[in-house]
């Protein structure tokens, strides 16, 4: 028997465990502080525990409004249970993301056995799998926050699971439409991946489906079931579906228009319309942009060297991967294309392919939040690249590799991102409440700029304010800026002004007002607290007139 | 007598792509010397030639030698380069002039394994002077960002970047619609002609620890063989047999005509009114 299949439990717990001392290690304060978002979700789930209604009063949504992005809520109900035990804090807000990263780890596992069942090596692959994703930046980034997409994929990958598992038992197929309906409210890149995975598996196994077709009837139905109060929800309101992808699509920004205007321009009005048209498209230019956006993400500088530069997703210096991944993921990949069945090779290119494409028809790429579910065939492809090893010296000095490229990581994610780069988590709110309530009771407003990020959450949720009056008292236009997020006013004694003009307060100030000013914003001395980062440099500043 | 005259016509095509308005387009600069610009284009037309006989070289059939070529003709890099005066242009016909000589005489004595172990020692000389002498200027991560920004899609089919002020950037080294091809062409040499890919992957370290990169267009030496992946991936693709891919791949050549028509149009209308302002910015022989 072979090696790994015999050994293949203790292998998979020593792996299960490293991946949960990893990801639940000092979960509260690495990341370094709570990003708006995971403070808005606890939040609500807060909100929801104590009133059954969101923060904007809206009875068991089905979508969270949150800053007018309309979050998915199934993280929040996630979060429900721990806040109710553990209470409103950062470990109950992110623990749900990793205990199903943990999950996500065992089932990729499970996965790849059921995928390749009729490979010889397939526990070599699927332990070599789990390891991968047990370890990867990627993956450790997202489940160690509340960023949706961790618990995304964990229903994904049970969903596609249960649907194999279905092939041979009915009643994991009726399980598996209910995770693909349930995992709608995961993420919104999911409304797109899910319904094309499920398309992709029917057509898959359609030899089977066609033989027995009412297989399928019931299935069907649970998973109509399962999205119904999406659909009704949609009824009411577009955006519950669709959130902010209108603001961050491809066809909202206006690069390719005025591409294609600047172009028509030089041919000059002499030039034939049907010619003009025939070069100057937008089919083509789209085509060309939308292309653009899904190959960027096989871009080597953001898979092994820098990574996603949009915060709060960057690991400092390092890249979503590993850079020895680089050349296993290209050895994997061709032994998928060459040395996989037809089934599982169509399986996971499938699934990479339909894995980028919502972030490809938005104008923010390379993304490695919208396309992390990709992350299931890339960790395939690295593992399957790396069991092609069987030289025992070769596999000591790759082991080496992989443990200095492993040491580097984890040197900069669980030291040097608190340490150098506090503020793409948004750092020092927390301290700016505490130090505001213990003050507050001596003015009669508090005026904090709203510049980083979105103040007023943080407020809520480290004063555990009362949702319920909350809801009655709070202040918004509900207009939306020019990235679709709608701001709130303020709240109680509290002001959030949008765009606060400093010079203009200093003139005229208001009595018996805390002013709360990122040191962005003022140099100005006079202060009379000051919040900094772990570096020393000053974050927010605390003034009085 | 067909595939020669095939030849023929794919080496006609080659010159009209490369000669036609060639003193007008790209605009001239002050340094322009138009017989630097013709022999350039010489160079590319007989590159077009050299890569019908490196795929036979490769033991690849006629008909796949042919595409070889034809793919090189319309190779929107070879293009830009072959009608301005470029060294590397001029330098890749020497090289795989020398090539095709070398492969004939090493494939018949049959020591390929040794040639293969002896390519690594010849190209490292000179990407190891220029790390020596130039090494504060090109520390690993740089030699690894160039390598990354060679091979990746961006500059590979949408922008290529390699010639700022006076290239053609709207356009990656080759079309988008090659890339499936490219993909089978890759697959296929990876289980069978190694040395192509070897000489691919060696020509990429070698590019990427120029001091001058990207703008030293050493990348620009490895087009050849792009071509001759990208005509066996063509090739090979014809031998399916399935209706699906063979709907696909019709869809694709109809691409590959599309974005050629493109080219044409944007380098003859477009790429001169780009360019011209940045004539005072070019130095050198343009």
């Known amino acids: 028997m072979e090696f790994f299949k015999r050994k293949r439990f203790t292998f998979i717990f020593l792996i299960l465990i490293f991946a949960a001392i990893i990801r639940f290690y000092r979960l509260d304060t690495i990341p370094g502080s709570l990003y708006t978002d995971e403070a808005n979700q606890g939040y609500n789930a807060f909100s929801l525990l104590q009133t059954g209604k969101d923060e904007h009063g809206f009875f068991s949504p089905v979508s969270l409004r949150s800053f007018g992005d309309w979050k998915p809520p199934l993280q929040t109900w996630l979060m429900m249970p721990f806040i109710k ?30 995928l390749l069942s009729d490979f010889k090596y397939r526990f070599r692959i699927a332990l070599l799998s789990a390891w991968s994703l047990a370890v990867s930046p990627w993956h450790i980034l997202e489940s160690r926050s509340a960023m949706l997409v961790a618990v995304a994929i964990f229903f994904l990958l049970l969903a596609v699971y249960l649907f194999i598992k279905g092939i041979r038992n009915k ?113 083509y230019l789209y085509l060309r942009q939308i292309s653009a956006n899904f190959l960027s993400h096989f871009d080597g500088r953001y898979l092994f060297l820098k990574g996603d530069t949009v915060q709060p997703f960057q690991i400092p210096n390092t890249g979503i991967m590993y850079l020895p991944d680089g050349l296993f993921l290209i050895i994997g990949g061709v032994f998928v294309l060459t040395g996989f069945g037809q089934l599982p090779k169509k399986m996971l290119i499938g699934w990479l392919i339909i894995s980028l494409i919502p972030a490809a028809l938005t104008f923010m790429v390379p993304t490695s939040n919208r396309t992390f579910n990709a992350l299931v065939p890339f960790m395939v492809m690295t593992a399957a690249g790396l069991s092609v090893l069987r030289n025992k010296r070769a596999i000591f000095v790759i082991s080496l590799v992989y443990m200095a490229a492993t040491g580097y990581f984890f040197r900069q994610y669980f030291i040097n991102l608190n340490s150098y780069h506090s503020d793409w988590w ?41 949702p319920g009056k909350y809801q009655t008292e709070a202040i918004r236009t509900y207009t939306a800026d020019q990235f679709g997020f709608e701001h709130v006013e303020g709240f ?31 140099a100005d001395t006079g202060f009379f607290y000051e919040v900094k980062d772990p570096q020393g440099l000053a974050l927010f500043r605390f003034y009085e007139f | 007598m067909l595939p020669i005259l095939t030849l023929y016509l794919i080496i006609i095509q080659s010159a009209l792509l490369r000669l036609w308005k060639i003193s007008s387009v790209p605009p001239q600069t002050e340094n322009t010397v138009i017989i630097l610009r013709i022999f350039s284009a010489a160079a590319g037309i007989l590159l077009t030639w050299i890569v019908f006989y ?15 070529a034809w793919v090189y003709s319309v190779f929107p890099w070879a293009i830009e380069q072959g009608r301005i005066f470029s060294s590397v242009n001029l330098t890749a016909v020497v090289l795989f002039l020398s090539a095709i000589f070398l492969l004939k005489y090493l494939f018949k004595k049959n020591n390929t394994k040794l040639i293969l172990r002896l390519i690594p020692f010849v190209f490292a ?75 691919v992957v060696w020509l990429l370290f070698f590019s990427a620890f120029s001091p001058d990169f990207p703008e030293s267009r050493l990348f620009y ?59 005072d910015k070019i130095h050198g022989i343009f």
């Open chain 1, 85 to 114: 035990f553990i209470g409103l804090t950062e470990i109950a807000v992110r623990l749900p993301s990793a205990i199903l990263g943990v999950a996500s780890v065992y089932l990729l596992y499970l996965f790849i056995i059921i």
């Open chain 2, 125 to 199: 000389v000179i990407p190891g002077i220029w790390y020596i002498k130039f090494k504060f200027l090109l520390p690993v991560t740089s030699i690894l960002n160039n390598l990354f920004i060679l091979i990746s899609p961006n500059l590979l089919f949408y922008r290529n970047i390699t010639f700022w002020w006076g290239g053609l950037k709207e356009f990656g080294i080759m079309f988008l619609s090659f890339l499936p091809f490219l993909i089978t062409g890759i697959i296929k040499s990876i289980t069978g002609r190694k040395f192509l890919l070897t000489s």
């Open chain 1, 492 to 522: 109680d004694k509290f002001l959030f002004p949008n765009q606060l003009d400093w010079p203009q307060v200093k003139r005229s100030p208001l009595k018996n007002t805390l002013y709360i000013v990122p040191a962005s914003l003022t």
């Open chain 1, 171 to 283: 009643i994991y197929l009726i399980l598996s439409f209910f995770t693909f309906g349930f995992s709608l409210y995961a993420y919104y890149g999911l409304r797109v991946v899910a319904p094309l995975l499920i398309l992709q598996l029917l057509v898959l196994y359609r030899q089977r489906f066609l033989q027995k077709p009412h297989h399928l009837f019931l299935p069907l139905v649970v998973l109509v079931l399962s999205v119904l109060p999406l659909i009704a929800g949609f009824t009411r309101n577009r955006d519950v579906l669709f959130g902010r992808a209108r603001t961050v699509s491809v066809f909202y920004d206006r690069g390719v228009k005025l591409k294609q205007w600047e172009l028509m321009t030089q041919d000059g009005l002499e030039a034939p319309s049907i010619f003009v048209r025939f070069y100057h498209n937008k089919a």
């Open chain 1, 426 to 466: 948004n750092y020092g709110w927390r301290e700016v409440v505490m130090q505001t309530a213990k003050i507050s009771s001596k003015y009669d407003n508090i005026i904090v700029a709203d510049i980083n990020g979105m103040p007023y959450i943080y407020y809520l949720f480290y004063n555990r304010y009362d």
């Open chain 2, 54 to 68: 490196l795929a036979k070289q490769f033991n690849l059939n006629r008909k796949t030698a042919l595409l070889s």
């Open chain 2, 221 to 279: 030496l490895s087009v050849p063989l792009w071509s001759v992946l990208i005509g066996n991936g063509i090739a090979i693709s014809f031998r399916l047999k399935d209706k699906f891919y063979k709907t696909l791949i019709i869809c694709l050549l109809l691409f590959i005509i599309y974005e050629y028509a493109q080219l044409l149009h944007y380098y003859f209308r477009h790429y001169p009114i780009s360019v011209s302002g940045n004539l």
